[in-house]
């Protein structure tokens, strides 16, 4: 603990304010995809009970199309918005398929699901 207290008493006191920020936003996001996750979960539940697949090619074709536009405006590269709305997308489809097939228990957190 020594170590990291003199590490902070060198360290510029504008990096640790910018560092701090990154923090909050890293709870931020994490919250915000706690939330989107919960969400995705009733999307599971409810396209397992109507008998609906848990990919649908149609709309994650619109969804990165619209991410990748939402990108170039936020000043973000749109193959990194890309490839992280397809991360998510491949554990959604992972959850809907463990929901449908009777592995995930409603009971545990969003986004928690067996290991892949």
Known sequence: MAEA????AETPPELVELRHSIDNIDAAMLHLLAERFKCTRKVGELKARLGIAPADPEREAHQIARLRSLAVTADLAPEFAEKFLGFLVREV??????????????????GAGESA
């Open 5 to 8: 207290n003199a590490l902070n």
């Open 93 to 110: 489809i992972r959850h809907h398929e463990l929901i449908r097939d009777g592995g995930l228990d409603v009971g545990r957190p969003a």
